[in-house]
C-alpha cells in the first residue's frame, strides 16, 4: 500500500500537484487524448470578467462544466472545453479610472487615450493571471493551449468582419434612437449594466394650466417641458371626448403644444389614468411617439441639465428643476397631490450614477429589418427564435424557453455603440470633402483601416456584448475556415447563469445562426445564483463572499465542488456555507478511509481473476450497477445534484457503513472462498465508486487512482466510464 495513504488526507499538499500532472499529461487537449475518439464533445468557458478575482457563482459554472466534461471525456469522445476571459469594457475601464483618480488624482482626458488604453491593458493582464490560476484551483480540465480573450487579434478580426457584413446588409445603422446613458461615465450602457434601486420619492399630481382638460401624474415633472401628448387608453370613458384633440400651454415658461391620443400602452389604473408623454427621455414613451408620429423634443442634456427653459431651470440639474417646477404648480394652483411612493431607480452598475433615457446618435442592430438568408426572407428576430421553437436547441430547465420567447417577441434595435476608449473600436471611417465644418462626405467600412489619407476613424467601441456574441465561433478560429471549426462546432452545450439568458444567450444564437447559418450549440444549462447560508446575495458590501482559493485552501477544492452541486437543481438559486463545505471535506476523509481500508484488505487481489462470487457479492455488483446506471442516467439528463447526491449516499451509507463493516469478519475468518470474493468485490467497488465519483471530485480520486494495483501508469481522467458488471 501506498506510504501516503498511511497519513490522513491532505488536499492543501495534494490538488495542485494532480492539477499540474493533469497539465503535463497533455490530455485536456483532445489531439493528445488515447484512443481512436470519433464523436466529439465541445464547450466554451463563459468568459469571466478581466475585473478582478472569481467568486463562488464562477466557481459553481466552472464545476458544471468541468463534471459535464470529464464524464464526456470518460464515455471516450474526443471533448474540447475552451477557456478565455471577457475584457468587459465598461466595467474594466471604470475601475482603472477609479484607481487612477483615487491615487493620482487623474482622469482619462488628463492622461489621453493611449496612456489610458496601456494602463488598462496591464491592469487586464494582471486580473487575467490571476482568473487562470483560479480557474486552475477549481479543477477545470480545459485547453489551455486554445486559450481565447474577447479582445484579442483574432477576435478582433472575427469582430470586424462580422461588423462589415451586417453593415453591408443593412442590419448596422448608425441612427437617433432613445439609449440608456449614463451621465456620470458619459456612455450608452446595456439594459444588464443598470441597477434597479429602491427609492422613496412622490407621484405629483397636476395640470399643465388651468384650462388644459386632464390631470396627468408622474414622479418626475422637470420632465413634462418635453411632453408633445397626453395619453389615454382607448377603453377610457373619463377621456374618450378629448381624444384627437390639441392645445397649447404654458408650462413653467416654456411653451408645449399637446395632442390628446389612446393608446393601449397606457394603464388606467396608474395615477390619473393619463399619461404625459416625453418621448425623448423615456423608452416606453418612444415607442409611443414612433406609433402616433409625434415630435420628439430633448430636454435634458448629457450630463443630466435642463436645456430649455428661462432662468429658472435653464440649464439645472434636472433634480434642481423639478423643485423649481413644483414650486410653480403650487403657486399657479395646478399640484392636486403630492404622495410618498416607493420607486426603482435605474443606475448605472459601475458609476452609480441614475441614467437617463436620451436620444443619441449611435450605432444599432436593427433586429427587425428583412433579409435574405438560404433563398428565404428573415430578420434577426426570427433566426434567434426559431432554435428554440423547432427544437434543435434545448433549453435546460425548460421553463425558460417562455422567458426567452417573451424577450424575443418585445425585441428592439440594439445599440451597440459605447463612448468609451477600451474595448472593440467601431470600425467605421469618416473623411471630409466638404467646406461645412463638421460635415462627413464619405464613409468607409472595413476590417482595416482605408488607404488615403485624412480617415478619421470613429471614436466610439462596441458593446462588449458584440464580440462575445462571436464565442462559439471565433474561438474555434472564424473567419477562418479552420480545422477546429470543422471538427467542433456547433458546440454541445452552453452552461451559464439565467440572469444572462437575453443578453449573451440569445445574442450568440442570433450572430451564428446570420454568420454561420448554424446554432451555437445544441443544449443551454442555467445555473442560478449561489447565495450565503441566509439566501442572500453575497457581496462586498454585506461581507459575506467566499473565495474559492481560500475554500480550497481550506477545506479542499473537491468538499467545495460538491457542496456547491449537491442539492442544486437547475435554474435555481443555492445557499452554501462553511458547514455544507466542512460536511464533502469529511466526505473526503471517509474516501480516503475507505480505500486505506480495502487496499490493506485486498494486497494479493487480482480484478482480472474474475472468482466465483458469493450469493451476497453478487448482490453488492447489482446494487452498484443500479447505482451506475441511475448516476449515468442523471448525467445524461443534465441532473448533477441528483447523480452527486446518489454517489455521496452510496459510498458513505452503503459502501462504508453497510459492506466494509459487513467485510471485517469475513476478512478475518476461516472460508478462503468467501474471503477472495469478498476481497474482488471490495476492490472492484472501490475501483468503480473512484470512476463515477471523478467528474465531481477529480482531485482525491485521481490521487487515490494512482495508488490503485495495476492502475498507476494510466490517469483516471482518461479511464472509460464504467459500465454495469454482468
Known sequence: MDPKLLKPYDPASTESRVYKKWEESGYFNPDNLPGDRKEVFTIVMPPPNVTGILHMGHAMMLTVEDIIIRYQRMLGKKT??????????????????????????????????????????????????????????????????????????????????????????????????????????????????????????????????KDFPIAISTTRPETKVGDTAVAVHPDDERYKKYVGKEYDVEFCGVPLHLKIIADKEVDKEFGTGALGVTPAHSQIDWIIAERHDLPKKQVINEFAK??????????????????????????????????????????????????????????????????????????????????????????????????????????????ISRQIWYGHRIPVWYRSTSLTAGKDDEIYCGIEAPEGEGWKQDEDTLDTWFSSALWTFSTLGWPEKTKDLETYHPTDVLETGYEIIFFWVARMIMMTEYNL?????????????????????????LGNGMDPIEVANKFGMDAGRMALVVGTAPGTDSKISEDKIKGYKHFANKIWNITRFVLSSTTDTDLDSNPTLEENDEKIINELNKTIEDVTADLDNYRFYMASEKI?????????????EESKPILSGDNLAQKTSRQWTLLYTLKTS????????????????????????????????PKTKI
Open 690 to 721: 473512484l470512476k463515477i465519483l471523478h467528474p465531481f471530485m477529480p482531485f482525491i480520486t485521481e490521487e487515490i487512482w494512482s495508488m490503485m494495483p495495476k492502475e498507476n501508469e494510466t490517469m483516471l481522467m482518461v479511464e472509460s466510464w
Open 648 to 660: 455521496y449516499h452510496y459510498i458513505w451509507h452503503t459502501f462504508a457503513d453497510i459492506i466494509i
Open 306 to 415: 435642463m436645456t430649455v427653459g428661462d432662468d429658472r431651470i435653464l440649464n439645472k440639474k434636472t433634480t434642481e428643476a423639478r423643485a423649481v417646477i413644483v414650486e410653480w404648480l403650487k403657486a399657479e394652483d395646478l399640484l392636486q397631490e403630492e404622495k410618498e411612493v416607493t420607486q426603482n431607480i435605474s443606475t448605472a452598475e459601475r458609476t452609480g450614477g441614475i441614467v437617463e433615457p436620451l436620444p443619441k446618435l449611435q450605432w444599432f442592430i436593427a433586429v427587425n429589418k428583412e433579409f435574405t438568408k438560404n433563398g428565404k426572407t428573415t430578420t434577426l428576430k426570427k433566426i434567434t427564435k426559431e432554435p428554440i421553437e423547432k427544437g434543435e436547441i434545448k433549453i435546460i430547465p425548460d421553463y425558460f424557453s417562455k422567458t426567452y420567447f417573451h424577450w424575443i417577441d418585445n425585441l428592439n434595435d440594439w445599440c
Open 80 to 209: 474540447l472545453w475552451i477557456p478565455g476571459t471577457d475584457h468587459a469594457a465598461i466595467a474594466t475601464q471604470s475601475k482603472v479610472e477609479k484607481e487612477i483618480y483615487k491615487k493620482e488624482g487623474k482622469n482619462r482626458h488628463d492622461l489621453g487615450r493611449e496612456e489610458l488604453l496601456t494602463r488598462i491593458r496591464q491592469f487586464a493582464k494582471e486580473s487575467h493571471d490571476t482568473i487562470a490560476s483560479q480557474i486552475k484551483v477549481i479543477g477545470s480540465s480545459c485547453d489551455w493551449s486554445r486559450e481565447a480573450f474577447t479582445l484579442d487579434n483574432k477576435r478582433n478580426l472575427a469582430v470586424n468582419t462580422v461588423f462589415k457584413k451586417m453593415y453591408a446588409d443593412g442590419l448596422i445603422y448608425r441612427g437617433h434612437r432613445i439609449v440608456n446613458w449614463d451621465p456620470k461615465g458619459q456612455t450608452t450602457i446595456s439594459d444588464d449594466e443598470i441597477v434597479y434601486e429602491e427609492r422613496k420619492g412622490i407621484l405629483y399630481t397636476f395640470k399643465y394650466d
Open 517 to 541: 447559418g448554424t446554432i451555437p450549440f445544441k443544449n443551454v444549462y442555467f445555473h442560478g445564483t449561489v447565495r450565503d447560508a441566509k439566501g442572500r446575495r453575497m457581496s462586498k458590501s
